[in-house]
């Protein structure tokens, strides 16, 4: 296993047109149709820097071929755990969250799928949580 550590964010995930872009996450929910813009290329050099070229899960790199993705580690539209729960939304206020994106092949990635278990189910959040100006916390201020 290789030690990961992330550098800043794209400038893409940073400015102002993101933060319109949370709004409007907020509004929508899973509805949202998320999407880097022309940026998606930006986000995923900068993840293949960081990573080294490898996927966050076996470390294959793209010299075999392998595709490298960008990866919600928490799903964005809906997880897989909790079906018994009505509004089965994903962790779709973190879908630009720089410290919620990973990077893997394409086979992990398929395979992870939209399951994010964790130890307790009761413990799971399942709306953003917001400080007390109503601004989004991400991962970070968590
Ligand atoms: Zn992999």
Redesign the pocket.
């Known amino acids: 296993m290789i030690k990961i550590k992330k550098g800043k964010a794209p400038d893409f995930l940073l400015g102002k047109t993101i933060k319109n872009r949370i709004k409007k996450v907020l509004k929508e929910k899973n509805k949202h149709n998320f999407s880097y813009d022309n940026k998606k290329k930006e986000v995923r050099n900068k993840l293949k820097k960081d990573f080294k070229n490898k ?6 790199d793209e010299v075999g071929g ?1 595709e490298l993705q960008i990866e919600h580690f928490r799903p964005k539209k809906a997880v897989k755990e909790c079906k018994k729960n009505k509004e089965n939304f994903g962790y779709y206020w973190l879908a630009y969250d720089w410290d919620n994106l990973l990077l ?2 394409s ?3 398929k395979k992870k799928g939209t399951s994010f278990p964790i130890e307790n189910e009761k413990d799971r959040i399942h709306k953003p949580v917001l400080d007390e100006k109503g601004n989004l916390k991400m991962i970070k201020n968590l």
């Open positions: 996927c966050c899960y076996c470390e294959r392998v893997s092949c086979t992990c990635n």
